[in-house]
């Protein structure tokens, strides 16, 4: 669409009238769902104090290739790195749930009571709980094509930016 393009009358109505069917509209709700980010942090836009290291890497390696010359391009450099952490995460967690199943407890019953075990081989500890991976691998699948969606995107408009200023 270019900028003389205009939406008709009648399309803006019914977009307007569209755009109030969908979303939550309730308060409690709205609460709920503004924690939705908040239930395994995976795609915090929060850096880590374990991964700043990594995050100053990237930022480095990014700055080296594109050179970034301007607010705008650090910015996005910026944004690319962080994508890439979370990038990291998500691969982080499924790795984990990988291990898990690979190398799992095996236990034995001590008496007749459930739950009263003798764990014979520990098997691999997860860093995280088995409900977090668990939240995680039902997220997984969307979460990547959106991280990786984000990421080629961003790569783009960087590369558009620097392309344009030479």
Request: net charge neutral; aromatic share 6%; proline share 5%.
């Amino acid at each position: 669409m270019t900028g003389n393009d205009r939406v008709s009358t009648k399309q803006l109505e019914a977009n307007r009238r569209n755009a109030k069917k969908g979303g939550v509209k309730t308060v409690p709700g709205k609460m709920v769902s503004r924690m939705n980010a908040c239930k395994h942090g995976g795609l915090s836009n929060r850096i880590l104090e374990g991964e700043l290291p990594a995050y100053k890497i990237i930022c480095d390696e990014l700055s080296e290739e594109y050179e970034p010359a301007g607010f705008v391009q650090k910015v996005l450099v910026e944004r690319i790195a962080l994508c890439v952490l979370q990038m990291r995460r998500m691969s982080f967690a499924v790795n984990e749930f990988l291990l898990q199943i690979d190398d799992p407890e095996v236990s034995k019953p001590v008496f007749e009571f459930p739950g009263e075990r003798e764990i014979v081989a520990p098997g691999y500890q997860p860093a995280i709980t088995t409900g977090q991976i668990e939240r995680v691998m039902d997220l997984y699948e969307r979460y990547e094509v959106s991280l990786e969606n984000r990421f080629l995107k961003l790569n783009k408009e960087l590369s558009a930016t620097c392309a344009n200023r030479q």
